[in-house]
């Protein structure tokens, strides 16, 4: 029973690449568009929270410090966290911008990410409602979510200000740098949050190209699903950028949405050459070529 099973495992991965190799490839290339033009967004909303904290710092430079940080998260079992340490070093070392005020920079910029967040969350939890496949683990994942950004912005500025303090850092927060006056800006508020829903939006979209360029269409809705689901596994992955535990989940989850197991395993294998493959190779030139490895040694120096 066990070798027909593995027999029938590997016959659907075999199949999966036939399937990728007949991909439309304007669409291919259009995912690929439609994932670097988020990264510009992610650029942009950067540059306008540090601006808002008195800082301007070159919209490139911004760029590359995502690429950097997506490159460490894919190659270190950190779980984003050494990845935000990287991006914060490398703006402090290619901007000139505080250590402290990047890193809060980052901090303010992924709460407000988390709201979209938790808004498609809520929306594939209904949805699953809807269509009768609740599922408990994406609906306490939502829960979780939730508490953990209620702790962030009501405690963030003391857990900082108390690590200046314990490190020993010549640095104190101003009105301009603290999280809670940030979030006093309404105008700040309203632009973060418009382009961390465009980010998302774009995410959600580019998994259905994705699935139409393999010849799977489905409704917009269960890629709301397969989105949220993709983002709480590569948080919880412990393996390097998720690796391998990412794969397998979302395949799975792509199949149990409606997809052939085939097609399921060729979108998977599509999506990561994008957003795995291609970011971590696009991160590596930049963390070579432009100071990152400086950056990240000025870093571990503190």
Request: overall charge positive; charged content about 10%.
């Given at each position: 029973m066990l070798d027909l099973d593995i027999g029938r495992v590997l016959g659907e991965v075999r199949e999966a690449f036939k399937v990728v190799l007949s991909a439309n490839l304007m669409l291919v290339l259009a995912a690929f568009a439609i994932y670097y033009f988020s990264v510009i967004v992610y650029a942009v909303r950067w540059k306008v929270v540090l601006r808002s904290m008195g800082y301007d710092a070159p919209l490139h430079i911004l760029a590359a410090g995502f690429l950097g940080a997506v490159f460490v998260n894919n190659i270190t079992p950190t779980s984003r966290a050494g990845g935000e340490l990287v991006r914060a070093a490398y703006i402090s070392y290619k901007a000139e911008v505080p250590a402290v005020p990047a890193f809060n920079s980052i901090v303010y910029e992924r709460i407000v990410e988390s709201?979209?967040?938790?808004?498609?969350?809520?929306?594939?939890?209904?949805?699953?409602?809807?269509?009768?496949?609740?599922?408990?683990?994406?609906?306490?994942?939502?829960?979780?979510?939730?508490?953990?950004?209620?702790?962030?912005?009501?405690?963030?500025?003391?857990?900082?200000?108390?690590?200046?303090?314990?490190?020993?850092?010549?640095?104190?927060?101003?009105?301009?740098?603290?999280?809670?006056?940030?979030?006093?800006?309404?105008?700040?508020?309203?632009?973060?949050?418009?382009?961390?829903?465009?980010?998302?939006?774009?995410?959600?979209?580019?998994?259905?190209?994705?699935a139409a360029a393999l010849g799977w269409e489905a409704p917009i809705m269960r890629f709301t699903i397969v989105a949220v689901i993709y983002l709480v596994l590569g948080i919880f992955g412990f393996t390097p950028g998720g690796l391998g535990i990412v794969e397998g989940g979302l395949s799975a989850t792509l199949a149990a949405m409606g997809a052939p197991l085939k097609t399921a395993i060729g979108i998977t294998v599509v999506e990561r050459l994008i957003s795995y493959v291609s970011s971590t190779a696009m991160g590596f030139v930049i963390i070579t070529l432009t100071g990152g490895r400086e950056a990240w040694k000025r870093l571990r120096s503190r």
């Open positions: 709201l979209p967040v938790i808004a498609l969350a809520i929306i594939a939890v209904l949805y699953g409602l809807y269509v009768g496949t609740w599922n408990p683990w994406l609906t306490g994942s939502v829960a979780a979510l939730i508490l953990l950004v209620i702790v962030f912005f009501r405690f963030w500025d003391t857990i900082i200000e108390f690590a200046i303090k314990k490190l020993g850092l010549n640095f104190s927060l101003d009105s301009n740098t603290k999280i809670s006056n940030l979030f006093a800006n309404k105008k700040l508020f309203a632009t973060a949050l418009t382009l961390s829903s465009i980010v998302w939006i774009l995410d959600v979209v580019r998994l259905y190209v994705v």
